[in-house]
T-cell receptor, first 111, second 115 residues
Framework: AQSVTQLDSQVPVFEEAPVELRCNYS??????LFWYVQYPNQGLQLLLK??????LVKGINGFEAEFNKSQTSFHLRKPSVHISDTAEYFC?????????FGAGTRLTVKP | DADVTQTPRNRITKTGKRIMLECSQT?????MYWYRQDPGLGLRLIYY???????NKGEISDGYSVSRQAQAKFSLSLESAIPNQTALYFC??????????????FGPGTRLLVL
Protein backbone atom coordinates (compact mmCIF):
# COMPACT_ATOMS: atom_id res chain seq x y z
CA ALA A 1 0.00 0.00 0.00
CA GLN A 2 1.07 3.56 -0.60
CA SER A 3 2.04 5.75 2.34
CA VAL A 4 3.51 9.14 3.11
CA THR A 5 5.89 10.08 5.92
CA GLN A 6 6.65 13.62 6.91
CA LEU A 7 9.82 13.41 8.87
CA ASP A 8 9.35 16.48 11.06
CA SER A 9 6.20 17.29 12.97
CA GLN A 10 7.39 20.81 13.83
CA VAL A 11 9.96 23.08 12.21
CA PRO A 12 10.77 26.40 13.87
CA VAL A 13 12.86 28.87 11.86
CA PHE A 14 13.74 32.53 11.94
CA GLU A 15 12.43 34.96 9.38
CA GLU A 16 14.51 35.14 6.17
CA ALA A 17 16.18 31.80 6.88
CA PRO A 18 15.92 28.92 4.41
CA VAL A 19 13.68 25.98 5.21
CA GLU A 20 13.24 22.40 4.03
CA LEU A 21 10.23 20.28 4.93
CA ARG A 22 10.88 16.62 4.32
CA CYS A 23 8.53 14.10 2.76
CA ASN A 24 9.15 10.47 1.88
CA TYR A 25 6.68 8.15 0.26
CA SER A 26 6.30 4.45 -0.29
CA UNK A 27 4.69 3.12 -3.45
CA UNK A 28 4.89 0.20 -5.81
CA UNK A 29 3.15 2.13 -8.60
CA UNK A 30 3.57 5.47 -10.29
CA UNK A 31 2.18 8.28 -8.20
CA UNK A 32 1.46 11.98 -8.31
CA LEU A 33 2.88 14.08 -5.48
CA PHE A 34 1.49 17.21 -3.86
CA TRP A 35 2.22 19.75 -1.18
CA TYR A 36 -0.69 21.55 0.45
CA VAL A 37 -0.65 24.37 3.00
CA GLN A 38 -3.21 24.97 5.72
CA TYR A 39 -3.35 28.40 7.34
CA PRO A 40 -5.09 28.69 10.73
CA ASN A 41 -8.83 28.10 10.56
CA GLN A 42 -8.76 27.47 6.83
CA GLY A 43 -8.94 24.54 4.46
CA LEU A 44 -5.99 23.20 2.50
CA GLN A 45 -4.58 25.05 -0.49
CA LEU A 46 -2.37 23.56 -3.17
CA LEU A 47 1.24 24.77 -3.07
CA LEU A 48 2.60 22.67 -5.91
CA LYS A 49 2.36 19.29 -7.56
CA UNK A 50 4.48 16.82 -9.47
CA UNK A 51 2.72 14.86 -12.20
CA UNK A 52 5.56 14.14 -14.65
CA UNK A 53 8.43 15.82 -16.45
CA UNK A 54 10.94 18.06 -14.70
CA UNK A 55 11.74 16.84 -11.22
CA LEU A 56 12.04 20.39 -9.86
CA VAL A 57 8.62 21.85 -9.35
CA LYS A 58 7.95 25.48 -8.54
CA GLY A 59 4.83 26.51 -6.65
CA ILE A 60 3.20 29.55 -5.18
CA ASN A 61 4.70 31.89 -2.59
CA GLY A 62 8.29 31.07 -3.58
CA PHE A 63 8.16 27.39 -2.63
CA GLU A 64 9.67 24.62 -4.70
CA ALA A 65 10.03 20.87 -4.36
CA GLU A 66 12.21 18.23 -5.94
CA PHE A 67 11.02 14.77 -6.85
CA ASN A 68 13.71 12.17 -6.22
CA LYS A 69 12.56 8.79 -7.47
CA SER A 70 15.56 6.82 -6.22
CA GLN A 71 15.12 8.17 -2.70
CA THR A 72 11.31 8.25 -2.94
CA SER A 73 11.32 11.78 -1.60
CA PHE A 74 9.56 15.03 -2.39
CA HIS A 75 11.06 17.65 -0.10
CA LEU A 76 9.67 21.18 0.01
CA ARG A 77 12.05 24.15 0.14
CA LYS A 78 12.01 27.90 0.36
CA PRO A 79 15.21 30.00 0.35
CA SER A 80 13.89 32.74 2.62
CA VAL A 81 10.77 32.44 4.73
CA HIS A 82 8.40 35.12 5.96
CA ILE A 83 6.26 35.37 9.05
CA SER A 84 3.24 34.79 6.83
CA ASP A 85 4.55 31.31 5.91
CA THR A 86 3.64 30.11 9.40
CA ALA A 87 1.18 27.29 8.73
CA GLU A 88 0.82 23.52 8.57
CA TYR A 89 2.13 21.81 5.47
CA PHE A 90 0.93 18.47 4.15
CA CYS A 91 2.59 16.19 1.66
CA UNK A 92 0.25 13.90 -0.28
CA UNK A 93 0.57 11.05 -2.75
CA UNK A 94 -2.08 10.14 -5.30
CA UNK A 95 -2.46 7.03 -7.43
CA UNK A 96 -5.38 5.54 -9.35
CA UNK A 97 -8.41 6.81 -7.45
CA UNK A 98 -6.89 7.37 -4.04
CA UNK A 99 -4.86 9.93 -2.15
CA UNK A 100 -2.91 9.67 1.11
CA PHE A 101 -1.76 12.58 3.23
CA GLY A 102 1.17 12.78 5.58
CA ALA A 103 0.64 13.74 9.20
CA GLY A 104 1.68 17.32 8.55
CA THR A 105 4.58 19.59 9.48
CA ARG A 106 3.91 22.73 11.46
CA LEU A 107 6.20 25.50 10.25
CA THR A 108 6.62 28.36 12.69
CA VAL A 109 8.51 31.42 11.47
CA LYS A 110 9.87 33.58 14.24
CA PRO A 111 10.90 37.25 13.95
CA ASP B 1 -17.94 33.39 -3.34
CA ALA B 2 -16.09 30.28 -2.25
CA ASP B 3 -15.94 27.41 -4.72
CA VAL B 4 -16.43 24.74 -2.03
CA THR B 5 -18.67 25.52 0.93
CA GLN B 6 -19.44 23.51 4.03
CA THR B 7 -22.25 23.84 6.54
CA PRO B 8 -22.25 24.10 9.45
CA ARG B 9 -18.78 25.49 10.21
CA ASN B 10 -19.00 24.45 13.84
CA ARG B 11 -21.23 21.94 15.58
CA ILE B 12 -21.56 20.56 19.07
CA THR B 13 -23.65 17.46 19.54
CA LYS B 14 -24.22 14.69 22.05
CA THR B 15 -23.34 11.01 21.91
CA GLY B 16 -25.96 9.03 20.05
CA LYS B 17 -27.35 11.92 18.03
CA ARG B 18 -27.61 11.87 14.25
CA ILE B 19 -25.82 14.66 12.48
CA MET B 20 -25.36 15.69 8.86
CA LEU B 21 -22.59 17.77 7.39
CA GLU B 22 -23.20 19.32 4.00
CA CYS B 23 -20.91 20.26 1.16
CA SER B 24 -21.64 22.22 -2.01
CA GLN B 25 -19.35 23.15 -4.88
CA THR B 26 -19.54 25.47 -7.85
CA UNK B 27 -16.44 24.21 -9.63
CA UNK B 28 -18.36 21.81 -11.86
CA UNK B 29 -16.22 18.90 -10.69
CA UNK B 30 -17.48 15.34 -10.80
CA UNK B 31 -15.38 14.02 -7.93
CA MET B 32 -16.08 14.83 -4.30
CA TYR B 33 -14.47 13.64 -1.07
CA TRP B 34 -14.94 13.71 2.69
CA TYR B 35 -11.90 13.71 5.01
CA ARG B 36 -11.41 14.03 8.71
CA GLN B 37 -8.38 15.73 10.24
CA ASP B 38 -7.01 14.80 13.63
CA PRO B 39 -3.88 16.27 15.23
CA GLY B 40 -0.80 14.24 14.34
CA LEU B 41 -2.67 12.06 11.86
CA GLY B 42 -3.09 14.37 8.90
CA LEU B 43 -6.17 13.89 6.74
CA ARG B 44 -7.87 10.53 6.34
CA LEU B 45 -10.37 9.75 3.62
CA ILE B 46 -13.85 8.75 4.77
CA TYR B 47 -15.81 8.45 1.51
CA TYR B 48 -15.47 9.60 -2.07
CA UNK B 49 -17.77 9.87 -5.05
CA UNK B 50 -16.85 10.05 -8.72
CA UNK B 51 -20.36 10.91 -9.87
CA UNK B 52 -23.91 10.89 -8.56
CA UNK B 53 -24.25 7.12 -8.88
CA UNK B 54 -20.76 6.21 -7.69
CA UNK B 55 -19.99 6.12 -3.95
CA ASN B 56 -16.89 4.49 -2.50
CA LYS B 57 -15.60 3.82 0.98
CA GLY B 58 -12.33 5.38 1.98
CA GLU B 59 -9.79 4.55 4.62
CA ILE B 60 -12.08 5.08 7.64
CA SER B 61 -15.75 4.74 6.63
CA ASP B 62 -17.09 2.89 9.69
CA GLY B 63 -19.66 4.97 11.55
CA TYR B 64 -20.27 7.27 8.59
CA SER B 65 -22.55 7.34 5.57
CA VAL B 66 -22.81 9.70 2.61
CA SER B 67 -25.31 10.89 0.04
CA ARG B 68 -24.56 12.46 -3.34
CA GLN B 69 -27.75 14.38 -3.99
CA ALA B 70 -26.48 16.09 -7.14
CA GLN B 71 -23.21 16.73 -8.91
CA ALA B 72 -22.69 19.77 -6.71
CA LYS B 73 -23.77 18.35 -3.34
CA PHE B 74 -22.23 15.67 -1.14
CA SER B 75 -23.40 15.11 2.44
CA LEU B 76 -21.76 13.21 5.27
CA SER B 77 -23.87 11.67 8.05
CA LEU B 78 -22.98 10.33 11.44
CA GLU B 79 -25.92 8.06 12.29
CA SER B 80 -25.08 7.82 15.98
CA ALA B 81 -22.27 10.17 16.93
CA ILE B 82 -19.59 9.08 19.39
CA PRO B 83 -16.87 11.15 21.10
CA ASN B 84 -14.00 9.78 19.00
CA GLN B 85 -15.69 11.30 15.95
CA THR B 86 -14.75 14.69 17.32
CA ALA B 87 -12.57 16.13 14.57
CA LEU B 88 -12.25 18.68 11.80
CA TYR B 89 -14.06 17.51 8.66
CA PHE B 90 -13.18 18.64 5.17
CA CYS B 91 -14.97 18.28 1.88
CA UNK B 92 -12.92 18.40 -1.32
CA UNK B 93 -13.52 18.22 -5.06
CA UNK B 94 -11.43 17.39 -8.10
CA UNK B 95 -11.69 16.96 -11.83
CA UNK B 96 -10.94 13.86 -13.82
CA UNK B 97 -7.59 12.22 -13.15
CA UNK B 98 -5.22 12.15 -16.06
CA UNK B 99 -6.46 15.37 -17.57
CA UNK B 100 -4.36 17.64 -15.39
CA UNK B 101 -7.17 18.04 -12.90
CA UNK B 102 -5.91 15.85 -10.10
CA UNK B 103 -5.67 18.76 -7.69
CA UNK B 104 -8.19 18.61 -4.89
CA UNK B 105 -9.90 21.81 -3.78
CA PHE B 106 -10.92 21.96 -0.16
CA GLY B 107 -13.74 23.58 1.71
CA PRO B 108 -13.11 25.60 4.89
CA GLY B 109 -13.90 22.68 7.19
CA THR B 110 -16.50 21.80 9.82
CA ARG B 111 -15.34 21.55 13.40
CA LEU B 112 -17.39 18.86 15.16
CA LEU B 113 -17.42 18.22 18.90
CA VAL B 114 -19.25 15.15 20.21
CA LEU B 115 -19.89 15.24 23.94
Amino acid sequence: AQSVTQLDSQVPVFEEAPVELRCNYSSSVSVYLFWYVQYPNQGLQLLLKYLSGSTLVKGINGFEAEFNKSQTSFHLRKPSVHISDTAEYFCAVSWNNDMRFGAGTRLTVKP
Amino acid sequence: DADVTQTPRNRITKTGKRIMLECSQTKGHDRMYWYRQDPGLGLRLIYYSFDVKDINKGEISDGYSVSRQAQAKFSLSLESAIPNQTALYFCATSGVRGKGQETQYFGPGTRLLVL
